[in-house]
């Protein structure tokens, strides 16, 4: 009965079973998602939190049990680190400056936010790399992902000064 829930869980409900492209396909779906609960459904900011510390604690224990038995370490299908790292990056933009996003402006950096971790973690820079080479295990896995969705926060942080400087 575990094993099944782990199952679905790595997989994000099966997200992870596309043939093609299933950690793209899971970060739309949790961008999507995010943009729903944040801009339509104006669900508070700090059940996400709690709930994404939840989700990532349980991720590394049911990773590991997924991975277990398996030769691939960071098979494709397992896509719950993909929700954590694309979450960093969106939760962080919803709780900055402390302001109510306007819709066309967050539809915006949601887009930016999506390629952008998408960039990160299919290229790996350093230290991404690191802990996709490094640890063959629950931490690598998800740690990558995470790594990678605070580079995109640098990159956002970078991308909205750039903005102001040239926008005033």
Same mark, same amino acid.
């Given at each position: ?61 049911? *990773? ?63 230290? *991404? ?40």
């Amino acid at each position: 009965m575990i094993e099944k829930i782990n199952k679905y869980f790595v997989t994000m409900f099966g997200l992870g079973k596309f043939k093609k492209i299933p950690g793209t396909i899971a970060s739309f779906t949790t961008t999507v998602i995010l943009f729903l609960y944040f801009h339509i459904f104006n669900f508070p900011k700090d059940f996400f939190l709690f709930f994404l510390i939840i989700v990532t604690i349980y991720a590394f224990i049911a *990773v590991a049990n997924y991975i277990k038995s398996k030769n691939n370490k960071d098979p494709k299908e397992v896509v719950i680190d993909e929700f954590i790292g694309q979450s960093i990056p969106i939760y962080l933009y919803e709780i900055s400056h402390g302001t109510e996003k306007n819709f066309e402006d967050s539809f915006y950096f949601y887009l930016i936010m999506f390629m952008t971790f998408r960039v990160f973690d299919i290229i790996k820079p350093f230290p *991404v790399s690191y802990f996709d080479k490094n640890f063959k295990n629950s931490f690598g896995v998800i740690m990558d992902d995470i790594v990678a969705g605070l580079y995109v926060v640098l990159f956002l942080i970078f991308f909205m000064t750039i903005k102001i400087y040239f926008t005033i």
